[in-house]
């Protein structure tokens, strides 16, 4: 079965600071990988998606991931954070093909601090 | 488009009460979602239809929690009865294809007392 795993509950770092969120996929087959951040009080908005072609990955507000098949890794980057970049960090995954099953991580909270 | 809308957003009830929990997703999408979030959990996965069939409950915890979606273009999400542990944030996505992102509706809030 597929999972989902972000070792990383929370994640601290200053203002201006790079920053990179982990994510641990396990699936036997092909799978479409996505990134959500939620803000307080809101729902989840999609940062990026990889479905195929490049493994670099390029998404909104300056973020960017890398698919990484040997390593079954999917981690989120942003080489210099702001304060607004705060909020919560969810990585999903689902199947390619018919099997459509949106399966998300148990996310990380990024903290940027001034 | 407005996005997947969700009714309530908050609601507050007391134990052993029916809850329903009301979705309308992006009209033309034909895979709709419900998921519950808790500071314990995160993101669970409750249950999805495809063309308004149920294909996977696996995620709905117990007999009181039932789901439906009658038509395309709405979906329920029913406890009955209610418990505090029930009290999280109930979200409804919806997708049009397989490879496309789940649209996320703003949640209901959901407390029981």
């Known amino acids: 079965a597929q999972s989902v795993t972000q070792l990383d509950s929370q994640v601290p770092v200053f203002e201006e600071a790079p920053v990179e969120l982990r994510c641990n996929y396990s699936?036997?087959?092909?799978?479409?990988l996505f990134w959500y951040v939620q803000y307080p009080n809101q729902g989840l908005q999609l940062l990026l998606k990889?479905?195929?072609?490049?493994?670099l990955v390029k998404g909104i507000n300056g973020f960017e991931a890398e698919f990484n098949k040997s390593q079954t890794s999917f981690h989120l980057r942003k080489p210099s954070v702001h304060i607004s970049d705060t909020a919560e960090y969810v990585c999903?995954?689902?199947?390619?093909?018919?099997?459509?099953?949106?399966?998300f991580g148990s996310g990380t909270r990024l903290l940027v601090r001034p | 488009d407005a996005g997947v809308i969700q009714s309530p957003r908050h609601e507050v009830t007391e134990m052993g009460q029916e809850v329903t929990l009301r979705c309308k997703p992006i009209?033309?999408?034909?895979?709709l979602f419900w998921y519950r979030q808790t500071m314990m959990r995160g993101l669970e996965l409750l249950i999805y239809?495809?063309?308004?069939?149920?294909?996977?409950d696996s995620g709905m915890p117990e007999d009181r929690f039932s789901a439906k979606m009658p038509n395309a273009s709405f979906s329920t999400l029913k406890i009955q009865p209610s418990e505090p542990r029930d009290s999280a944030v109930y979200f409804c996505?919806?997708?049009?294809?397989?490879?496309?992102?789940?649209?996320f509706g703003q949640g209901t809030r959901l407390t029981v007392v």
């Open positions: 990889y479905l195929s072609g490049s493994t």
């Open positions: 239809f495809n063309n308004n069939v149920p294909i996977d």
């Open positions: 999903s995954v689902t199947l390619s093909g018919s099997s459509y099953k949106l399966i």
């Open positions: 699936s036997s087959v092909s799978v479409y």
């Open positions: 996505a919806s997708s049009g294809t397989a490879n496309t992102e789940a649209f």
């Open positions: 009209s033309g999408h034909n895979s």
